[in-house]
């Protein structure tokens, strides 16, 4: 292999590699009052809100939120499967293949498959957390 040609597909590994990372979602993350810390699965991701937290869409989260003085919070944030890009791309990819529907039927599923390992075909809800704090003492 020549040098520049052995370059080139050293490079493209390296971008192959670098862009397949799990997918994120970031979540706003507001209290009343401000101030708040905000651990995700049990790692402090935020020392003051308002902030955002980045989270992988493959799997649930739990965000707590803590505040001296006030009674600690816990949210869940679910992901939810919501193929219509991979639709879309399996659509394309299968009519660009071929057209007929057996391919797109294939190049389809295919997507659908590919992004739901990834995690590509999730996304986190709530997308934005706003919580009012209650003051330690005063649960109801």
């Given at each position: 292999?020549?040098?520049?040609?052995?370059?080139?597909a050293?490079?493209?590994?390296?971008?192959?590699?670098c862009?397949?990372?799990?997918?994120?979602?970031?979540?706003?993350?507001?209290?009343?009052?401000?101030?708040?810390?905000?651990?995700?699965?049990?790692?402090?991701?935020?020392?003051?809100?308002?902030?955002?937290?980045?989270?992988?869409?493959t799997?649930?989260?739990?965000?707590?939120?803590?505040?001296?003085?006030?009674?600690?919070?816990?949210?869940?944030?679910?992901?939810?499967?919501?193929?219509?890009?991979?639709?879309?791309?399996?659509?394309?990819?299968?009519?660009?293949?071929g057209?007929?529907?057996?391919?797109?039927?294939?190049?389809?599923?295919?997507e659908?498959?590919?992004?739901e390992?990834?995690?590509?075909?999730?996304?986190?809800?709530?997308?934005?957390?706003?919580?009012?704090?209650?003051?330690?003492?005063?649960?109801?």
């Open positions: 292999m020549t040098r520049p040609i052995a370059l080139l050293t490079l493209a590994c390296l971008v192959l590699a862009g397949c990372g799990v997918p994120k979602q970031k979540i706003p993350v507001s209290t009343d009052p401000l101030g708040a810390t905000v651990y995700a699965d049990g790692r402090k991701t935020c020392s003051s809100t308002p902030c955002s937290v980045s989270l992988d869409r799997s649930d989260h739990l965000l707590t939120i803590v505040k001296e003085g006030y009674v600690q919070e816990e949210i869940v944030i679910r992901r939810r499967f919501k193929p219509d890009r991979a639709l879309r791309d399996g659509i394309l990819s299968g009519i660009v293949k057209g007929d529907p057996e391919t797109v039927a294939a190049e389809t599923a295919r659908v498959d590919e992004q390992r990834s995690g590509e075909a999730y996304e986190l809800v709530p997308p934005i957390v706003t919580i009012r704090l209650t003051p330690a003492g005063k649960e109801i």
